[in-house]
């Protein structure tokens, strides 16, 4: 982990994050845990949180997985509970639960755009509405991961494009209505990041050549990247930010409508 920030940065406190275990939400887990954080991973499958969960302790804090499928409300509240009740608080969510695919309007079905919404917006709904009642105790911090898509018309993106901007109105209406409690809201659109399930399954050797030369830093996205965007969001250094949706892509989204996806 590459970062700018003091060890101590999140020092004892607690994060929770949904799809904790893989890509960019599993970079974020270990960034915490490396600046002192204690962690709750959550994702539908007990198998994908095991291996973080074991490197996070690793790094010498408390770590606890906890499988819930973020569509359920029910589970969702039981979940929550259960980290709040282990790690004895909640300071930060990440809300990073998120499922996609390529599929153009014409051919989508409604099962797969109600599919994509109920993950990811319902989802971030469903996890930060449970968590608020630990937030509220001490003030806290939560984090929407978006996209950039929704700023784009990108195409095959229909569904991903309308759940990540409902993400976008939510954390500024969480903002507002939390910000009193002494929680920000505030949410990160990461473009392309190297590595991750995403890129692999969303983008081509023609698009990704694409991304590179339209970047106007010239590269991929790392998940370092946006582990550094998390701590600063996460951290007092943001102590005046909220209800912000922050781009982390290079500038790449001022550039194109139709690098991801293109044939």
């Not at 406190?13 to 490396?34: E, H, N, Q, S, Y």
């Not at 105790?137 to 929704?150: E, F, K, M, W």
């Not at 050549?209 to 946006?226: K, Y």
Request: charged fraction near 20%.
């Amino acid at each position: 982990m590459s970062s700018m920030f003091q060890p101590s940065l999140l020092e004892n406190k607690v994060a929770l994050i949904t799809g904790g275990g893989t890509g960019i939400c599993r970079g974020i887990a270990l960034a915490f845990a490396d600046h002192g954080c204690h962690v709750a991973i959550t994702s539908r499958k007990i198998e994908h949180l095991e291996p973080t969960r074991d490197e996070l302790r690793a790094r010498g804090v408390r770590a606890v997985a906890r499988a819930a499928d973020v569509r359920d409300a029910a589970a969702v509240t039981e979940m929550v509970a259960a980290v709040a009740s282990e790690l004895g608080r909640i300071d930060v969510l990440i809300n990073g639960a998120a499922g996609n695919f390529i599929c153009l309007a014409e051919n989508l079905s409604p099962n797969g755009f109600g599919t994509v919404v109920d993950i990811d917006l319902k989802g971030t709904f469903n996890v930060s509405r449970a968590a608020l009642q630990y937030l509220r105790v001490q003030g806290g911090s939560v984090i929407n991961i978006s996209a950039t898509l929704p700023y784009l018309g990108t195409m095959g993106q229909a569904h991903a494009s309308a759940a990540k901007a409902g993400v976008d109105s939510l954390t500024r209406t969480l903002a507002v209505e939390w910000g009193p409690h002494r929680i920000r809201v505030n949410g990160i659109a990461p473009g392309p990041i190297e590595g991750t399930e995403g890129v692999k399954r969303l983008t081509n050797e023609k698009s990704r050549e694409s991304a590179l030369q339209n970047c106007p830093l010239g590269r991929m996205g790392t998940t370092d990247d946006i582990a550094n965007a998390a701590l600063f969001l996460a951290s007092d250094a943001a102590s005046y930010v909220n209800g912000v949706t922050l781009v982390v892509d290079g500038g790449l989204w001022l550039r194109s409508a139709r690098i991801l996806g293109e044939d």
